[in-house]
């Protein structure tokens, strides 16, 4: 199995990026897809999550409003579009996929993780 994260960058305070999940090796359609991220010297946290066809989908609260994750199961990647990015975004962005249907944001239940991609936001 393998994630493959691209799209990040640098960009200035209320920029926008598009991040991009390839993924292979797995039944792509039944995971539910996630993004978590993690800033330098902090733990990895949770920033949004979406179901198997699309159908629903979860945001951590700071990023409601300005990111937007969507799926294309025909072409087995997931995406992340960053809008209104800010300082605090700066993170290495990860996607992750998990079998299980529990709580979108426990980490633990994500089993198949990317490598990341590094968004750096500048004020």
């Known amino acids: 199995v393998q994630l493959v994260e691209s799209g990040g960058g640098s960009v200035q305070t209320g920029g926008s990026l598009r991040l991009s999940c390839a993924a292979s090796?797995?039944?792509?359609?039944?995971?539910?897809m996630g993004w978590f991220r993690q800033a330098p010297g902090k733990e990895r946290e949770s920033v949004a999550a979406?179901?198997?066809?699309?159908?629903?989908?979860y945001y951590v609260d700071v990023v409601k409003g300005r990111f937007t994750i969507s799926r294309d199961n025909a072409r087995n990647t997931v995406y992340l579009q960053m809008n209104s990015l800010k300082p605090e975004d700066t993170a290495v962005y990860y996607c992750?996929?998990?079998?299980?249907?529990?709580?979108?944001?426990?980490?633990?239940?994500?089993?198949?993780w990317g490598q990341g991609t590094r968004v750096t936001v500048s004020s």
């Open positions: 979406i179901s198997t066809r699309g159908q629903n989908t």
């Open positions: 992750a996929a998990t079998a299980s249907f529990d709580d979108w944001y426990k980490e633990t239940d994500y089993r198949y």
């Open positions: 090796g797995l039944a792509f359609s039944i995971y539910r």
